[in-house]
């Protein structure tokens, strides 16, 4: 695919990265709540309280991190860069924070996420919530976009279902930086294999179209840790909506796993409508120390001007 010049990249590239981080930040408090709980907390204003992103941004801090230094996928260093950024404060899963702790400890790359539940690896949303910067960096080529979700994820998530369910949000973030909104859910449908996420995505078109209540979409999609229900929840949350607040709203008011539906619905949705398109108040309140808001607004930047030069033959 060429690059359409009347798409701004740099603004998509930030929005989706500075969007995941503001709807993980805005769903953590929030995490594990039901719906009627999350109300009782935002009430009908949605203002952002802590400002802290969690385990999901540190994730994605490292993917962009390592596809910048290595001008695209090295799992070996992806693998350290999770090591070098691993802050236990910010709320790790178990399977994750077990595979981090087998590789530092020195097992090797291509066991370590194999021995998890029962050696069938991991189907949680953990490579999923970090996959915007795949989705960014291989935007234009869908082949090695799948591929490289695939590797990327491995490292930590090893069951089929996991992997499948990040590239899946790979390929959403990636259509929404190519402006494909209409035809998402068809190009989506036309590339999963896996049972369980056609029909996910069966169940996804019949719920847009009758408008379903929240209840329904829970229901039907759910809200939970697991790959195959946050991800098809998150890709509803942004076909749904026509701006990117009440996609990452709409996203979080479900409950459940909110910070990381809240990130992936912000990224897809950032990578859609670009940076300008979040609300101020929610970025200004995003942390911005070591690592924060300022420094992942740079690494949107770097990875988009190495993907530009690299679609221009310059290395
Ligand atoms: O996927 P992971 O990194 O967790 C990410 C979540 C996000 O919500 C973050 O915000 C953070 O809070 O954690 O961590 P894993 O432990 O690999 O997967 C998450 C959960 O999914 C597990 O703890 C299990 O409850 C469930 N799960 C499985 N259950 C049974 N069998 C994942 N894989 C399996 C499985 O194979
Ligand atoms: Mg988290
Ligand atoms: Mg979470």
Not at 112 to 128: C, D, E, I, P, T
Not at 144 to 153: D, F, G, P, R, T
Not at 204 to 222: H, N, P
Request: glycine share 12%; hydrophobic share 40%.
């Amino acid at each position: 695919m060429g690059l359409d010049s009347k798409i701004d990249l740099k603004a998509k590239f930030r929005g989706a990265l500075l969007g995941s981080a503001v709807g993980d930040a805005l769903g953590a408090p929030v995490e594990g709540y039901d719906m009627e709980m999350v109300r009782s907390v935002y009430g009908g204003e949605w203002e952002m309280i802590y400002g802290r992103y969690t385990d999901d941004t540190e994730m994605t801090i490292g993917v962009a991190e390592s596809l910048i230094e290595n001008k695209g996928f090295n799992g070996a260093d992806m693998a350290l860069k999770f090591i070098q950024n691993y802050n236990v404060k910010r709320g790790y899963g178990p399977g994750s924070k077990e595979v981090l702790r087998r590789i530092r400890e020195g097992e090797s790359l291509a066991d370590a996420s194999g021995k998890l539940f029962g050696g069938r690896g991991s189907y949680g949303n953990g490579a999923a919530m970090r996959i915007a910067p795949v989705g960014l960096f291989y935007f234009d080529t869908s082949d090695m976009l799948w591929e490289i979700a695939y590797k990327s994820s491995n490292i930590t998530h090893s069951h089929e279902l996991g992997k499948a369910g990040a590239a899946l949000q790979a390929l959403a973030v990636a259509l929404a930086v190519r402006g494909q909104k209409e035809d998402m859910l068809l190009k989506l449908k036309e590339v999963v294999k896996t049972v369980m996420y056609t029909s996910k995505l069966g169940k996804l078109k019949a719920l847009l179209d009758e408008g379903a209540t929240k209840k329904r979409v829970i229901s039907e999609l759910g809200n939970g840790v697991v790959a195959f229900e946050s991800v098809p929840t998150a890709i509803y949350s942004f076909l749904r909506s026509d701006n990117f607040k009440d996609s990452v709203v709409y996203a979080i008011s479900l409950g459940g796993d909110t910070d990381t539906i809240g990130a992936m619905a912000g990224a897809i949705s950032g990578a859609y409508y670009g940076e300008a398109a979040i609300p101020k108040a929610w970025l200004e309140r995003l942390e911005d120390g070591e690592k924060g808001r300022s420094y992942i607004k740079k690494l949107a930047e770097d990875l988009c001007q190495i993907k530009l030069q690299l679609l221009q033959g310059r290395y």
